[in-house]
């Protein structure tokens, strides 16, 4: 009786499942279709602010002039945006070009559900001119599987008059910046606010000579990784010059500094425009983070436009995600400074690098590290972030908590 | 002597009545004051009830920012009106057959209906999606509407409502010639107004608040529902709070109006006991 | 005898025409894709791009003994549940009971109690992350009084307990309608009868109200079990989908999300963590029902 019903049960599943499976791989190309013929491209990619979305919007009708048997459509996921993503691709529903940031390639890309573009490259397409890193971050196995559309680096923000007031110039080393916290401490006012999460404090992690993750597992539970994190929290715990945002009352770092309830907050280049809206008050400079140990570092976050393996329109798709990533096309998507060319071509053409604010943004993109360290990062970042934050409340030693981290994450990694 | 005792005990409930009131009122409140505040007003961190510069621009924004906001609002109403119709409909249907009909496997069946409430939605969510994709139904309607025409909770409530109702009534329509079906729908279903009024408040604001299914289903803009919609505008305005407040206040007023609508209803449609 | 059977077999199929539009969605959207769950439960799964299918017997069952988050998930939702359903049954008790003591503006009362069974529960979180802000609503008020505040949404210590009281503060009011709608068939004869025995309003409560409820008390506990084991909403938004901080608002259903949807392969694990919370909500069911002896519910 019990058997006979299992055996039901997994006939009605394999039945499922058997059509799961042909839907991932529903055969390519077989109805690519003709030359001249109009197609519809779909393109996805999360929500942006207005602006964004109006750059985005003229960029796609520009591509759609020169290109008049192609239309394209704009999909905008509001939230989880990896998880609709995976879904519809596992249905087989999936657009033909997205948005992908770089930390979640390796992973996706691993699962073969990311076109190799290698093939469809041209000479004009100048893949030179990208970003070394930025491009990079997108090879597995010697194959590029998306073009850089953009990215952000981090920099030191200071609150000009809290500086002046204190007397204190704008730090150039990690000793430079814990001591000018110590001073721009006063009342309300916290000197830092640092955002205590595995994305913001990489760079610090590894200043000391340690490695957060070796082959794809976590090892960053070793004292030079430990020695490269203490000093922020012994600015939150025994310095009191440094906040996060939920102590303070705010939901980043952006907003703090706009409040003025910190004097420095490390952010990147999306800070900027969102400070000129909202807090258009406040005098602001910005600065290449603190050298560690006469070191420069800092963060790359990378986003790319790639193209779905299921798609059947890989033509046409390749066109617009070409134009896309392309000389054209980048530089109006870029145009605003909302976020960086991820070609030199554009970036020169653009003026950034002897924009003000954001120079010290651009310096950074050719010593920075990218924000991406293989398929298993979201695991290892999930636990990090869940044990970091504790240790940096002080609510337990640096060591024990990365300890635990380290060991949890490997576990589920196996 | 006896009077002024009641009299004391009727302070004591007018003071927990109030105070519980209060503790409602107050997020409500403190949400539509902040909706009608300026962001520098919420910023500088001040509390007050009462919006220092009052101000309507933060659904102004809402309204003229997004011209696909009528067409959200439309989907939803769509969405949630037809959910809720199937619902009384066939939750009825079934709640009246496991009270009152005798078939076989009936009991399995009733037992399916409460187990199936303790698996989380979450993990039948790629299933789902897998089933609505070789029907056609993503990007429609019927994807929205057809698997949430039914609910395992109101169908428990109806059987209960139903186990209780008057057995005579539909003994006096059989003798009348009316058949099971004809009785259901001319005297058993206009009879159980007030229940059908609680489950069709209930049903709406599920169909109305749910989230997760049009997120992964819906890839037009222009079959978003409300929710999705006012998503878009979250995404954009990280920590504004004023204008999340003011979508949210926007959010919620229709399911305030179909609740004040059916309200005089809803107490004595409520009957989950009694399984005699 | 030819004619009863008659009527049987016409009843019968009435039944299943009554049943047939319920059971076809039941089979489609919800047996299926359980039992296809069910089926992945057993198996490494990889449904992404090439896709691929492993059968590994028991594995993602036996990997629920050493894995510390799953842990600290069943656990930070069994704290949830016994603080949560006890303290909620009883508002929504309190609370029904005295808005059905006959005092005048109930009307009004009983509209706003339900405000907030009335708001999406994405909403409230929003606007209770909004009061719970370090600057917001609630710490002003605390500190108002002379109290220190709190950092409700950043401290591991406390951020399960602002959910919770969330949770109570918001579904509190829906069981406050059952137990109203309970309320009103009390006959008002057992009343009188105890007031001329000289009960209190207390006595009266506590004598009579409580265990005449008892069947409706089982009913909101059973729903309540199943509701605040299925938590999610509310951690899935306080914590930006993490479970943090340091893994406080981590929960079971929260836990299923993250290996369904944010790792890739551990579709299987995630199938087979469900199962475990289903079973784990049917135990407590009959705990409960064991515990009240309450039989006529079902």
Not at chain 1, 215 to 244: C, I, R, T, W, Y
Not at chain 3, 143 to 150: A, C, F, P, R, S
């Amino acid at each position: 009786m019990m058997n006979k019903k299992w055996f039901a049960g997994l006939g009605i599943s394999a039945m499922l499942l058997g059509s799961a499976l042909t839907g991932c791989s529903s055969d390519n190309g077989g109805s690519e279709p003709k030359d001249g013929e109009k197609v519809e491209v779909t393109l996805a990619g999360w929500g942006g602010n207005p602006t964004e979305e109006k750059l985005l919007k003229e960029t796609l009708a520009d591509f759609e002039q020169k290109h008049p048997n192609i239309d394209v459509k704009l999909e905008v996921i509001t939230e989880q945006y990896m998880d609709v993503i995976k879904t519809r691709l596992i249905g087989g529903e999936g657009p033909d070009v997205f948005y992908l940031d770089a930390f979640e390639a390796p992973g996706l890309i691993k699962t073969g559900a990311v076109e190799p573009l290698d093939e469809y490259v041209t000479k004009d397409f100048d893949v030179d001119d990208f970003e070394k890193p930025l491009l990079d971050a997108f090879k597995e196995d010697g194959k590029t599987y998306g073009f850089p559309k953009d990215y952000s680096t981090l920099a030191l923000f200071y609150n000009k008059k809290m500086l002046s007031d204190a007397g204190v110039e704008v730090p150039k080393t990690w000793e430079e910046f814990t001591a000018a916290s110590k001073k721009l401490t006063k009342g309300k006012v916290a000197g830092f606010g640092a955002a205590p999460e595995l994305a913001r404090v990489y760079w610090m992690a590894e200043s000391k000579g340690g490695k957060v993750v070796t082959d794809d597992k976590a090892s960053f539970a070793s004292k030079e990784v430990e020695a490269g994190l203490q000093p922020l929290l012994d600015m939150h715990n025994v310095d009191k010059s440094a906040v996060e945002p939920k102590e303070v009352g705010a939901s980043w770092g952006g907003e703090m500094f706009g409040q003025q309830k910190a004097a420095m907050v490390i952010e990147g280049n999306w800070a900027i425009p969102y400070l000129k809206d909202t807090f258009p008050d406040v005098e602001y400079g910005t600065a290449e983070l603190p050298t560690v140990d006469g070191k420069n570092s800092t963060m790359a976050y990378d986003v790319a436009y790639v193209m779905n393996a299921a798609s059947e329109k890989k033509k046409a798709s390749w066109e617009l995600l070409s134009y896309l990533t392309g000389k054209e096309g980048m530089k109006t998507w870029t145009s605003k400074g909302y976020a960086l060319p991820a070609r030199q071509s554009v970036a020169e053409e653009l003026g950034f690098d002897k924009d003000e604010l954001r120079a010290p943004l651009v310096a950074g993109a050719s010593y920075a590290t990218v924000w991406q360290k293989g398929p298993n990062m979201p695991i290892i970042v999930n636990n990090f972030n869940n044990q970091f934050m504790s240790a940096f409340l002080g609510k337990r030693p640096l060591g024990e908590a990365l300890k635990d981290a380290e060991k949890q994450a490997n576990k589920e990694i196996e | 002597m006896k009077k002024k005792k009641i009299g004391a005990g009727k302070v004591l409930l007018y003071g927990i009545l109030i105070a519980y009131a209060i503790t409602t009122l107050v997020p409500f409140l403190w949400a539509i004051s902040s909706s009608f505040k300026t962001l520098q007003e919420i910023v500088s961190g001040t509390i007050s009830f009462i919006p220092k510069n009052f101000t309507l621009d933060n659904y102004k924004q809402i309204f003229l920012q997004q011209e696909l906001f009528p067409r959200w609002m439309f989907n939803s109403v769509v969405i949630a009106v037809s959910v809720t119709f199937l619902n009384l409909l066939f939750n009825s249907m079934a709640g009246y057959a496991l009270a009152r009909l005798a078939f076989p496997g009936k009991k399995a069946l009733f037992i399916i209906i409460l187990a199936v409430l303790m698996i989380p939605a979450q993990v039948t969510m790629i299933p789902n999606y897998l089933i609505l994709k070789s029907l056609g139904w993503l990007n429609s309607y019927q994807g929205m509407i057809v698997p949430s025409m039914i609910n395992a909770t109101f169908i428990f409530m109806m059987r209960q409502f139903f186990i209780n109702f008057p057995k005579e009534l539909e003994e006096a329509a059989e003798i009348d010639g009316l058949s099971r079906v004809g009785t259901f729908f001319r005297i058993v279903l206009p009879l159980a107004k007030p229940a059908l009024a609680a489950q069709a408040i209930f049903v709406f604001m599920g169909s109305w608040n749910d989230f997760m299914r049009p997120l992964i289903i819906m890839t037009d803009a222009e079959m978003f529902t409300l929710p999705l919609g006012l998503n878009t505008f979250k995404g954009q305005y990280i920590s504004y709070w004023n204008y999340i407040m003011a979508a949210s206040m926007v959010f919620t007023l229709p399911v305030l109006v179909i609740y004040a609508f059916f309200n005089r209803y809803f107490i004595k449609g409520v009957s989950f006991t009694g399984g005699k | 005898m030819q004619r009863q059977s008659r009527k049987k077999m016409r009843e019968m199929g009435q039944g299943y025409f009554f049943m047939s539009p319920s059971l076809l969605v039941l089979a489609l959207f919800i047996i299926g894709p359980i039992l296809y769950v069910v089926f992945l439960s057993f198996h490494k799964v990889q449904l992404l791009g090439n896709g691929s299918l492993e059968f590994v017997g028991l594995d993602n069952f036996s990997r629920l003994a050493d894995d510390s988050r799953a842990q600290i998930a069943l656990w930070n939702t069994i704290k949830y549940v016994a603080i949560v359903v006890p303290a909620q049954t009883f508002l929504a008790l309190v609370l029904a009971a005295t808005l059905n003591a006959g005092l005048k503006g109930q009307q009004f009362f009983r509209i706003v109690y339900f405000l907030p069974t009335l708001t999406s529960s994405a909403v409230l979180t929003l606007i209770f992350m909004w009061m719970y802000n370090k600057n917001g609503l609630i710490n002003s008020m605390l500190e108002g009084i002379g109290l220190q505040g709190y950092n409700f949404l950043g401290d591991p210590d406390i951020a399960l307990n602002a959910i919770m009281i969330m949770n109570i503060w918001s579904t509190a009011p829906f069981f406050m309608v059952i137990y109203l709608a309970a309320l009103q068939d009390i006959p008002e004869s057992v009343y009188e009868a105890a007031e001329i025995d000289g009960a209190n309003w207390f006595q009266k409560f506590w004598k009579i109200t409580v265990p005449q409820l008892r069947p409706v008390t089982s009913f909101v506990a059973i729903m309540g079990l199943i509701g605040t084991f299925q938590l999610f909403d509310q951690s899935y938004i306080f914590s930006a989908g993490s479970g943090g901080p340091d893994n406080s608002t981590l929960t079971v259903v929260l836990l299923i999300y993250q290996y369904a949807f944010k790792t890739l392969g551990t579709m299987g694990y995630a199938a087979a963590l469900a199962f475990i919370l289903a079973l784990v909500i049917l135990i407590a069911t009959l705990l409960q029902r064991k515990f009240s002896k309450e039989e006529s519910l079902y």
